[in-house]
Nanobody, 123 residues
């Protein structure tokens, strides 16, 4: 059974940093596209970042230059380093895994999802 478990969320002041982790189990995702999404209250789930073929990365404009996605294949874990956080970054953050190897920015392209971790940025 495939599981994705996020951790690292919490409360941080504006301008601060957090690192989210997503540990996968049940299969290896070293060659697969992985992504991070977020959902704020009353809003739709939003694409944040993806890591894909040969660890190439792609980001939403809203986080480009502030967030960094990476992975450790030996640990079957994906990370999201978030710097210069803003109150508008407040949301539940989800990790997702796809069977594809190319960049994916839509939620329907991802087959597996974590349970989410809350990130709250205070002003």
């Amino acid at each position: 059974q495939v599981q994705l478990v996020e951790s690292g969320g919490g409360l941080v002041q504006a301008g601060g940093s957090l690192r989210l982790s997503c540990a996968a189990s049940g299969r290896t995702f070293s060659g697969s596209t992985m992504g991070w999404f977020r959902q704020a209250p009353g809003k739709e789930r939003e694409f944040i970042a993806t890591i894909y073929f040969r660890d190439r990365t792609y980001y939403a404009d809203s986080v480009k230059g502030r967030f960094t996605i990476s992975r450790d294949n030996a640990k079957n874990t994906v990370y999201l380093q978030m710097n210069s956080l803003k109150p508008e970054d407040t949301a539940v953050y989800y990790c997702a895994a796809s069977d594809a190897i190319v960049a994916q920015t839509t939620s329907t392209a991802y087959r597996y999802w974590g349970q989410g971790t809350q990130v709250t940025v205070s002003s």
